[in-house]
């Protein structure tokens, strides 16, 4: 546990680091701290027995992370299929049987903000992005559901949707809408929140359900 949280630690100073280091316009040190957050993030959920899926999940967020740092649309689209597939990870553990079902009206809603959203995007982003970045932010918007089903909205509730957040901005870029001042801290922030959120989270939930699994093999 004491290297877990040694982990733990590092993670957060790695995002401090990152967060600052973009205020700054430290581009050296913004670029040598994006790669290393999910990996940290990743082999501290390991120390702690988390599931295998949530680790997944976080590796391809560092795959997403280091291929929209070279930019070029071919380099997005493969970030953006990594991103997918660590959305894929994430509903997979969301799924398992005996998580409370969501109720109509939130299912609805997350539905109608996904529809507006992609209407709105649609007419400022280039050509060939508008499928791919509309078929993600279904799978985005269908994880941040499944987040609600995970826990609290103040835990992974509230890591799916700043997730939803986070990549909303990315996407209003690609559209030229007007920007924050300095987008990529606002994008970063919510994107380290939401991936922080998920995981602990889950760990939590995988805390509380180990005596459970045990009790068969104690019988």
Do not use: N
């Amino acid at each position: 546990m004491s290297a877990a949280r040694a982990l733990a630690g590092l993670f957060a100073l790695l995002a401090a680091t990152h967060l600052g280091a973009l205020l700054a316009d430290a581009t050296t040190l913004v670029q040598l701290t994006k790669p290393a957050l999910m990996p940290v993030l990743a082999a501290h959920v390991l120390l702690r027995g988390g599931p295998r899926p949530l680790v997944a999940a976080l590796l391809c967020g560092c795959g997403g992370d280091v291929l929209l740092q070279l930019g070029g649309e071919t380099a997005f689209l493969a970030g953006m299929g990594c991103f997918a597939a660590g959305h894929l990870c994430y509903l997979t553990l969301f799924a398992r049987p005996g998580r409370p079902r969501t109720a109509p009206w939130v299912a609805a809603g997350y539905g109608a903000v996904w529809l507006g959203s992609t209407a709105a995007l649609w007419p400022g982003l280039d050509a060939g992005l508008r499928v791919p970045v509309a078929a993600y932010s279904l799978l985005l918007t269908t994880m941040a559901l499944g987040a609600l089903r995970a826990g609290p909205v103040h835990g992974p509730g509230l890591g799916g949707a700043l997730f939803l957040l986070s990549d909303g901005l990315i996407a209003a870029g690609l559209a030229d809408w007007p920007q924050l001042p300095v987008p990529q801290f606002w994008i970063m922030a919510t994107y380290i929140a939401a991936q922080y959120l998920l995981t602990a989270g889950l760990l939590r939930r995988t805390a509380r359900e180990a005596p459970l699994r045990a009790l068969p093999a104690a019988a």
